[in-house]
């Protein structure tokens, strides 16, 4: 078993929908949660980070984590054409900052 | 954040060579991660590389097939060594910077045939 599931989709929505992204892991260990961004042919971008349970808000990105499930959230609002790209969910550990990733969901999002 | 480059941006390269990867940041960074992402896959870590020690490799990955150096805080490489079809891949790294953010390079997509 994979220490962070994603659902790889693909997810098609229209401009202006809501995105919802979500994953689970298993390690409890894990403090840090990232979201990357990655559009075809180009390195992840890092999008969101948190550390520990909480939301984060920056723009039109909300990132969430609730330690006490395992599960961890990205929503994107008012959805742009841009926004179309593979989106992976990574968690790490305090001691040692090695990321373990989702296996990526694919956006498509429709103008 | 950090700006991270790498060199070569693509390589075509025959069974049996090796290739060295470049990977430069703008600043002073004490971590430095190796990843591959293979085909439609996500990301796996190969190893971290820390300067001033010894690169520690994950499980299925091991120095005589990706050596890798760090010879200092802004600077490391990676070799694949005698590559076969099963190497084509991403390879991508990436540094911690502030807090616990990890940024990627934009990656160098290998093709072996």
């Known amino acids: 078993q994979k220490e962070v599931e994603q659902d790889p989709g693909p997810l098609s929505v229209p401009e202006g929908a809501i995105v919802s992204l979500n994953c689970t892991y298993s390690n409890s260990a894990f403090q840090y949660f990232m979201w990357y961004r990655q559009y075809s042919r180009k390195g992840p971008e890092l999008l969101m980070y948190t550390y520990s349970s909480g939301n984060k808000e920056d723009g039109r990105f909300t990132a969430q984590v609730d330690k006490s499930s395992k599960y961890i959230s990205l929503f994107i609002r008012d959805s742009q054409p841009s926004d179309s790209a593979t989106y992976l969910c990574?968690?790490?550990?305090?001691?040692?900052?090695?990321?373990?990733f989702g296996a990526g969901t694919t956006v498509t999002v429709r103008a | 954040s950090a700006v991270i480059s790498q060199k070569p941006s693509r390589d075509i390269c025959q069974r049996g060579t090796s290739l060295t990867i470049q990977c430069q940041v703008d600043?002073?960074?004490?971590?430095m991660f190796w990843y591959r992402q293979q085909p439609g896959q996500s990301l796996t870590l190969i190893a971290t590389?820390?300067?001033?020690?010894?690169?520690?490799?994950e499980s299925g990955f091991v120095i005589d097939k990706f050596p890798i150096s760090r010879p200092n805080l802004t600077f490391s490489t990676l070799t694949v060594s005698n590559m076969s079809p099963e190497d084509s891949s991403i390879y991508l790294c990436?540094?911690?910077?502030?807090?616990?953010?990890?940024?990627f390079g934009p990656g160098t997509r290998l093709t072996v045939t």
């Open positions: 990436s540094v911690i910077a502030g807090d616990y953010e990890q940024y």
């Open positions: 590389a820390n300067q001033g020690s010894e690169a520690t490799y």
């Open positions: 600043s002073q960074v004490t971590m």
């Open positions: 990574a968690s790490a550990g305090s001691n040692d900052y090695k990321l373990s």
